[in-house]
């Protein structure tokens, strides 16, 4: 059981961190009104923990998808 949570959870991070990369904004983009736009980046730790956030929350997701798994594979665990 603990093993297929554990694979569960690293596959849930892995796909955490690459919807991580795609979605956690690493700019901003402001616009004075007059039709010019200022791009300045992010600080590191400021896109690193929106990063780890998303991360951690997908993985235990991940988790939860493995002890399902088990569950349906097993059926006894609640017997």
Do not use: H, W
Not at 26 to 54: A, Q
């Amino acid at each position: 059981m603990i093993k297929s949570i554990n694979i569960g959870f690293i596959y849930g991070m892995i796909i955490g961190l690459t919807i991580g990369l795609f979605k956690v904004p690493y700019k901003v983009e402001e616009s004075d009104g007059y039709g010019t736009t200022v791009s300045t980046f992010v600080n590191f730790l400021d896109y690193l923990v929106p990063l780890i956030r998303v991360i951690l929350v997908i993985g235990i997701l991940g988790a939860i998808v493995g002890l399902g798994i088990y569950v349906l594979q097993n059926k006894k665990l609640f017997r």
